[in-house]
Structure formats: C-alpha cells, structure tokens
C-alpha cells in the first residue's frame, strides 16, 4: 500500500512536484485554490483532487504545499484540523528577502 499525500498548491512549482509524486506511486489527492488548476493535474497525473485543504488532509500521512507566504498561514490553519499525530508537513513556499 503507498503512502497517502496531500499536496496543496498547484503552481509554478507545486503542479510537477505532485506529479513526480503521484509517478512514483504515491496516493495523491490535490488542493488548489483555483479547482480548474486541480481538476487539470488530475486529468494529466490520475490521483484526486479536493474542495478544500482539509478535505485533501484529511487521513494524509505526508502533506506538502508549495504556495505564496500570504496563502500558506491561511492553508494550514484550514488543513490541521485533518491530520492524525503521524502527519508530516512539509511547505514550499516564497521567502520575504528583506
């Protein structure tokens, strides 16, 4: 059985990272705040996708973002709620070079 990740954050970055996931086979379910932009990794890659970060968590063992620093406060504090205590988080997003 693999390995159940949730990523969240389909950009730039984040639609091929999902996808080098869901190749290696992994059971990916995807978020992204354009549903278009999900439902289109979903039609290339397989995998799910879901209306909300906490319904992509929800059961994830592993849970990557790949999003803006304004949407990854907000992402995670929808997406907590879903993990269970072995959940792993990992986020890429952009850095404030001040």
């Known amino acids: ?3 159940k ?3 969240l954050g389909l950009g730039v970055m984040g639609f091929p990272m999902a996808g080098h996931l869901k ?3 992994y059971d990916v379910t995807v978020y992204n705040r354009t549903a278009a932009k999900a439902q289109e990794w979903v039609k290339k890659h397989g995998g799910q996708s879901a209306a909300t970060p906490a ?3 929800r059961g994830a063992e592993f ?3 790949c999003v803006g620093r304004s949407g990854c406060e907000n992402i995670a504090s929808h997406s907590v709620s879903s ?3 072995d959940s792993f988080v990992s986020s890429q997003g952009h850095r404030n070079h001040a």
């Open 63 to 65: 849970v990557g973002m």
């Open 83 to 85: 993990l269970s205590t």
């Open 55 to 57: 319904e992509a968590a």
């Open 1 to 3: 059985m693999s390995a």
């Open 5 to 7: 990740v949730a990523f």
């Open 23 to 25: 190749a290696k086979g």
